[in-house]
């Protein structure tokens, strides 16, 4: 059933407490009490950036640390800069990490973005996603949202070209004879052992009213049958929260350009509340320990589903634990997983 837990972001006390300290200003204070809050009508959301930290104190950095006993006064720049030291890998999830604390009380904020951004740029961090958190602290928000979805859609070979703005969710209308075809193959794994990737892939779409790729109103197979088998495979529901931590996973498998392609469009669309890819958004779905230990595991799988490589009938007949132990697949426990209820048909 996959792998035991594995450590995240190897830190020492003295990198982990920096970079805690860099978050801590980039979230709402601690909710006063009830008496002190009398009269007034709190933000549902509000204290989730507060959650963050606490997450990320024992489940972000390895070894854990524990927020209660930190001194969280803000921290410049150059003064986590400073004890980051010089190691890339951490200096950029450290930034991750920020970008994400930034945003988890549920809405954006210019000074918040503006701030993450002077923190990667002190940290040698200057990819694609610090540029886009720019823009939305400049107002240009349709730009970047634009931007996350095509970049998003790239990341499925098949499905769409970095250049393309608008690929097609459902082609299928016309049901062609290839279309046909297509869809008969996936009905065919029905057939399959009950306990093959194939037949858990079966029964995932069946289970939840999905169309095959290639029946009418079906999604694109491009998109569906990587996004489908990563259900699968990590074991995440299609509750709004399993999306969102199927994504997160996505996104630290794939490793490459992830923050702008998949883990900040998730938590703008089902948690901010702001559109990113033409499928609806909602409000206050982030669970901050979920969420972590979604990234982790996806980070620490040994195989990206989203390479062009990938070949979904190359794994069809293997039994599922046995794909989810040569993909290094880190076993969900129950505190982790996704809850709500799940999205059935689409």
């Known amino acids: 059933m ?11 006390q003295e990198q982990a407490s920096a970079a805690l300290r860099a978050a801590a200003t980039l979230v709402d204070p601690p909710q006063p009490s009830q008496e002190e809050s009398e ?7 509000s204290g989730m950036g507060q959650t963050v930290l606490v997450a990320a104190g024992q489940l972000f950095f390895s070894p854990p640390i524990d927020v209660a006993e930190l001194d969280l006064t803000p921290i410049s720049p150059q003064a986590l800069t400073a004890a980051i030291g010089p190691d890339p ?7 991750s990490l920020l970008a994400v604390a930034s945003l988890a009380d549920g809405r954006f904020d210019e000074d918040r973005l503006r701030r993450v951004v002077e923190f990667a740029h002190h940290l ?20 970047t949202m634009a931007d996350m979805t095509r970049r998003n859609a790239a ?5 769409a070209d970095p250049m393309d703005n608008a690929p097609v969710m459902q082609p299928y209308e016309q049901q062609t004879d290839a279309d046909k075809r297509l869809a008969d193959r996936f009905l065919a794994l029905q057939a399959r052992d009950t306990n093959t990737f194939g037949r858990h892939f079966y029964d995932h779409f069946r289970g939840h009213n999905f169309g095959f790729p290639g029946e009418l109103g079906a999604f ?14 990590s074991g995440y529901s299609t509750s709004l929260q399993g999306e969102i931590l199927v994504s997160t996973f996505t996104g630290g498998m794939h490793r490459e350009d992830n923050m702008r392609s998949h883990l900040l469009p998730v938590i703008i669309e089902w948690h901010v509340g702001n559109e990113v890819n033409g499928i609806g958004s909602h409000k206050d ?11 982790r ?9 989203l390479s062009p490589q990938w070949d979904f009938w190359a794994w069809a007949d293997r039994d599922l634990d046995e794909v989810r132990d040569d993909m290094a697949v880190e076993e969900l426990s129950e505190e982790y997983a996704a809850s709500g209820e799940e999205i059935v048909g689409r």
């Open 297 to 305: 595991r996806g980070q620490h799988t040994s195989l990206d589903v």
């Open 39 to 45: 009269g007034t009508t709190p933000n549902p959301i």
């Open 124 to 143: 040698g961090v200057h990819e694609g996603w610090v540029r886009d958190l720019l823009q939305i602290a400049r107002g240009q928000l349709a730009w």
């Open 2 to 12: 996959g792998k035991n837990m594995v450590m995240f972001v190897p830190a020492n």
């Open 285 to 295: 779905n982030l669970d901050p320990a979920k969420f972590l230990v979604a990234w």
């Open 89 to 95: 890998a951490l200096a950029q999830h450290v930034a």
């Open 220 to 233: 694109n197979a491009g998109f569906a049958v990587p996004h489908d088998s990563l259900h699968v495979v």
């Open 155 to 159: 990341t499925f070979p098949g499905w």
